[in-house]
Structures are given as structure tokens and as C-alpha cells.
């Protein structure tokens, strides 16, 4: 008789795509009237389109199995919007906000340390792009 190994869940699981669905609904609710980033995300013209593709990227991000192949270039659309290291600070600081009305300060932490680590990719991309 052997044991099996416990399969390893994903933080995606974890949460579930219902409560990953109302976390960015809420965010971009809240995006949508935040006196810096309001302005950045102006361009976005279906928000039932981009909270859909936004909470699928957050899904397979967080470990997730993708519904479909589909390719997100976060870095170029977000800086084709004119974010800036200040508003990046903004956002990250606006998601921590959402995840801790949302979720366990467990689930919390696992999703905002991924909010991090995007952030500080699309600044380095950024720098990368502006400096070379």
C-alpha cells in the first residue's frame, strides 16, 4: 500500500473564481472614481468585457487553470494609459484595500504579494522601455 501525495492547491482554489470575479468588480468600481486613478482607466470603454478578462488573468496569476489561451500585455496597456510609478503605488495600495475587505488576511497576503511582484515588473519594464 503506498500513500499518494497530496495534490498541491493553487491560492486561486483557494479564494474560488466567484470571490476573484467580486474582488476586481469591486476594485474597478472603485478605480473608476478614485481621484488618481480614475483617469488612467478612463480609457477603458466595456468594463463588462475588461472585468471579465482582468478577473481571468487574476485566476490563472494566482494558479489557476485558463478557460482559454489568451494573451494580456499588462505592461504595454498600462503605460499606454500613463501610469507612472506614483499611480502603481496607488493602484497597489487600492488593491490591498479591496483584498482586506474581501478576504482572510491569509488569502489576502498570498493574492497582494502577486500585486506586488506585477508592480514592480511593470516598473522595471518601464524603466527598461524609458532608459535604454
Known sequence: ???????SIS???LIGKDQIDQVVDDFYNRARNH????????VVHNWVDHKAKIAQFWWV????????SYKYDPVGKHFAAGFNASLLSDWKLLFKTVLQDHLNPELSDK???RVEMIGDNL???DQRLHHE
Do not use: E, N, R
Open 11 to 13: 491560492i486561486a482554489q
Open 35 to 42: 481621484p488618481s486613478l480614475a483617469q488612467p482607466f478612463s
Open 123 to 125: 516598473l522595471t519594464q
Open 1 to 7: 500500500m503506498t500513500a499518494s501525495t497530496p495534490k
Open 61 to 68: 496569476v494566482l494558479g489557476g487553470i485558463p478557460k482559454a
Open 111 to 113: 493574492w497582494y504579494s
